[in-house]
């Protein structure tokens, strides 16, 4: 249902020529913490970058939702290539800056921008 949702927002804007945002996160090596230190630990990990997420966008523009186990995808009205970028980098920083569950974290982000 969230791929549904996802597929039919990107397909409305883009056929209406919205300005339209996206990008793509995907939490490194979630499988090795997973298989270091169990499951349970790996959802914990993912409720952390959810939460960094959520915190790193603009509530009543941005939608951001999980995509799969440890996919996340954010659409973004309102926002330049260039600001799309930098957002990126700001996503980045909120959740390698401090280490989640004793753990250092990283994420890798692709995105594209129909400004």
Known sequence: MTTNFIVAITMKKMVKNEDFNLLIIDIDHLKK???????EVGDDVIRHVAQRISNSIRNAKD???RWGGEEFII?????????????AK????????????NLSITVSIGGISAD
């Open 33 to 39: 913490i997973n298989d270091s230190y169990g499951h």
């Open 63 to 65: 939608v951001a939702v």
């Open 75 to 87: 659409t973004f009205a309102d926002m330049t290539s260039s600001q799309l970028h930098i957002k």
């Open 90 to 101: 700001q996503i980045c920083h909120s959740i390698a800056s401090a280490p989640i569950l």
